[in-house]
Every structure is written in C-alpha cells, then in structure tokens.
C-alpha cells in the first residue's frame, strides 16, 4: 500500500479519476452518480470535522482560561506571601536589631564620656566638640541599625521561605 | 497485518492494535506534527483486517484532545471500521470520556452519527 498519503487522500483520488474521466470523454451518468455521492459523503465530513474542531477548540480555549485564571491566582498569592514574609520578618527583625543598636549605642556613649570626653577636653580646644563626636556616633549607629535591620531581614526571610517550603513538601 | 504499540507522547496518543485479539486501543491526546504519517499505519492496517481478520473487532477510544487533522484521520478510521462491519464482522466501539467532557462525548456522537456505526459511552473519573 502506499505509505505516502497525503491528508484526503482519498477524496483527492476519486478527484483526479474523475478528472481523468472528463479529460477522455468519458462520462457516464454511474459516474456522475458516484462522484455526486462522494462530493456529498465529503460535504457531512467536513460539517462533522468542523464541528468536533469547535467543540475541541472551546475545550482549549477554556483549559487556556482556566490556566490564566490560575497563574492570576498565583501571582496574586505570591504578592500576599511576599507582603506576609516582609511584616513577619519586619516584626521579628526590628526589636532584635533596635535593641542591638541600643546595646551598641550605650556602650559607645559610655566610652565615649569616660574615655574620649576627658581626652578631647585635655588636648583640644574647640567648643562644643564633644557635642559633634556625640552627633557623629548617632548618625554612625542610625546607618548601622539600618544595615543590621537589613541584614536580619534577608536572614529571616530566607529561614520563612525555607519553613513554607519544608511545610509545602511535607503536605505533598 | 501486524501489531502495533506505540507509547503515548505529550502530543500522540496511546496506540495498542492485536489483529490476534481484534483489537485497537487509543488513548491520550493528539497533535501529532503530521497526523496523517501517525495513523497512516493504523489505517493501513484496519484496511487489511476488513479483508482477512477475525470476526470481532473491538475498538477501545479514550480521548482528552485531538487536533483538527486528528479529527479527519479518526474519521478515516471509524470509515475503516465501518467497511470492517459491512464485510460481516461484529464490532464495537467504545468511546470513553472524561468526567463532565460534554464536547468530547459530542465528539464521539458526530463520529458514530455520521457512519452510522454504534458507539458505547462510557465516562470515566479524571486522572
């Protein structure tokens, strides 16, 4: 048999047999009868091809809008999960980096009027200058606090992400 | 006439035919690149049993999704089954769907509609 059909191949065949009919003169009205069938036979596969794609193609359609739907949802939860993480690890973070920095901060002030203070009041001779270390310490801590915050926030989150995934493993 | 089983692929069906048993199975999905090349063996084959296979025939098709030039080969099929059944043989087709699949129940009724051929229903749960 031949191993190099073509999609309608059939159809296609009984075509160029009747051509071939015509180009020789001859038609007989058998012949006109069967083409006319066939003609008709292809006309209601087409209608049912037709039909079976649309319907299919709904189908499709409808997996494909579900699809979005869900990706939409996803997205959306993730939005919630990384708003949730960010004030959980806000929240965790904060206190432990405040109080850090107030540790810091104390410890600073504290060597700063017994060690520093005596020092600058001995050897320098500008107003105020005690004041200005003072200020200059405070604006250190302040950047410190805020890196230190960052840094445990990365950490925090991080440990959450690692927690929601050993818990999502374990539910599947 | 031989037997044929190809695994089912992302965009192929299951095919699964015993001429021994009289039977063809077909399952999954299909898309192939050129559906014609893909059933063409399957056709050539129920061309072959109409001539010289045994006198039962069971057809067992489960679809999820079948492409445009799928629906005109599966035509071309049943067709083949239909000429099994005009040489005298006893057939049955099976058409299974899944759960609430209304299209593709649809689907197989157009098919059974149009050549005339009897086509048992049957739903099955989802994977």
Redesign the interface.
Known sequence: ?D?N??????EISSLRKFRSKIDSHAVYKEDLDDFSNEYEELI??AK??T???D??Q???DNANIQIKEQNDEIKFKNIELKTTVDQLAQARVGRKASTIMLSVALILFIAEQLLLEPWIQANIDIPFAGLGILAILFVLVKVLESSLEKYFMNKEKKKILEAEQKQAEGWS | MEKIFIEPTRTTPLINFDPDEGLLEMKGRSSPEN??EFY?KI??NL?EYALSGGEQFTANIAFE?????S???L??VFKRMSRIEDSGKTITINWHYEEG?D??M??GE??S??LDLDFNFTEIEED
């Open positions: 048999m191993k059909h073509e999609l309608y191949y059939d209601a596969q049912v091809i039909r079976v794609s319907r299919l709904k189908k499709l | 559906s014609i063409q056709l050539d061309e999704y079948f492409n445009t030039s629906s005109k080969c035509f071309d699949d299209d593709m649809e689907a157009d098919y509609d149009l």
